[in-house]
């Protein structure tokens, strides 16, 4: 199984120039178990993400030290600028006044699910949430979409919860009520139904379409060195490199950025 492990390291990769006498020292970023974004694999970071991070760093001729870790702790980290870097991100208002965060990489969305059986489907009026508890996992993105789709609604109850997998399990359960209902990355939700086994579920929904990124630590680089990164980063998704990355994994490239 490609989750479950608190701290693995990509040990230290060198490119090109990298290796020669006087090379910069290595960018170190976090990540965490996000299947199918980013996991742990034969005691290596992995996923799209990961393949896209080390393209754009041979592209730099920088080596990369990637970390996975639980994203509480990541994210302290890269706050604090322990690390240079941390993904997968969102671009929040949140997230920009701790990051320079990158040119999108990949698009996604999140997703409201149902118990199997609710003939709850989600419109444009959001009243019909009145009265119903919605799971998700924060801090995260996904916790931050909530509190919007929930704004202005009355009795609606939002239940945070450690982890993506505690949250789907709760639904299936009925641990929200009959009526319970779960916000979570799509991608994200179907990956932990499939390899958790959790049964009795169905979407309901579409709350938000957005993109994940890298976050640029602003205390560990700067704007000009921010504004690298995304060039190469454009560039390579430009070239078609990072569709070719993304295709094994079936995940949707965003945009590519004109920087």
């Keep these: 199984m490609r989750k479950g492990v608190a701290s693995l390291v990509f040990g230290v ?15 170190n970023f976090v990540t965490e178990p996000f299947p199918p974004y980013t996991y742990a694999s034969q005691g290596q970071a992995a996923g799209p993400m990961v393949d896209v991070l080390r ?3 041979a592209q730099l001729k920088r080596a990369c030290q990637i970390e996975v870790l639980p994203w509480r702790r990541a ?3 890269a706050e604090r600028g322990e690390v ?11 997230r920009r006044q701790h990051f320079h965060v990158s040119a999108p990489v990949i698009d996604a969305r999140y997703t409201l699910f149902a118990q199997a059986g609710d003939d709850f489907r989600l419109g444009a009026d959001r009243r019909q949430l009145k009265g119903r508890t919605i799971g998700v996992y924060g801090p995260s993105g996904s916790a931050l979409a909530l509190d919007e789709l929930m704004a ?4 609606v109850n939002k239940s945070v919860e450690p982890d993506n997998t505690t949250v789907l399990r709760k639904l299936a359960a009925g641990r929200y009520g009959r ?3 779960a916000l979570v990355n799509e991608a994200v939700a179907l990956e932990l139904i499939r390899d958790e086994s959790i049964a009795g579920l169905q979407a309901a929904g579409t709350v938000k379409q957005f993109s994940y990124s890298f976050g640029l630590g602003r205390s560990r680089f700067t704007a000009e060195e921010a504004r690298r990164f995304d060039a190469e980063l454009g560039a390579l998704c430009r070239s078609g490199r990072t569709a070719a990355l993304l295709k094994p994994y079936a995940l949707p490239a965003s945009a590519c950025s004109r920087h």
């Design 55 to 57: 393209a754009v760093c």
């Design 84 to 94: 240079h870097g941390i993904f997968t991100v969102s671009s929040t208002a949140e």
């Design 179 to 181: 009526e319970g209902l």
């Design 75 to 77: 994210l302290a980290m």
């Design 13 to 27: 990769v060198f490119f090109g120039k990298a290796v020669a006498a006087g090379a910069a020292a290595p960018l």
């Design 152 to 155: 202005g609604v009355p009795q």
